[in-house]
């Protein structure tokens, strides 16, 4: 009689969980001034990027890229590149914030219709 009861509990708790869905504050993350880590030929570059309603500034060794933004809902956009100088540049981008904390988000990207996507951690400084 007592392991039925055990499952019961078990199946309610996972289900519960299952459910959970971190609450996503987007919208102080759509306008300001961010930095960004990533690793490059084995080492840690940061890239800072300003961010308005309509365009989104990166700004990475030395070099300056305008893209503009369209925000499909609250936590996800479309960048374009402006000013591609290659074919590979022409293809938008497309971002999705997953998680949001005090000062930064998580957020998981990739070229719009691709499979692969990688993510990474953003922190306004601005």
């Keep these: 009689m007592f392991l039925p009861k055990y499952i019961a509990f078990l199946l309610i708790g996972l ?7 971190q609450k996503r504050d987007c919208d102080r993350f759509k306008e300001g ?8 030929n084995g080492e840690i570059a940061t890239s800072k990027f300003v961010r308005t309603n309509t365009i989104e500034i990166d700004y990475f060794q030395n070099k300056a890229d305008t893209s503009s933004i369209r925000w ?4 996800e956009c479309i960048l374009k590149n402006l000013n591609p100088k290659k074919r590979s540049e022409e293809k938008p981008l497309h971002i999705k914030i997953l998680t949001t904390k005090n000062n930064s988000y998580t957020f998981e990207y990739g070229l719009v219709g691709a499979s692969k996507k990688a993510k990474g951690t953003a922190t306004k400084i601005n």
């Design 15 to 21: 289900s519960l969980i299952s459910c959970y869905e």
């Design 33 to 40: 001034t961010f930095e960004y880590q990533s690793f490059l």
């Design 72 to 75: 499909v809902n609250n936590c």
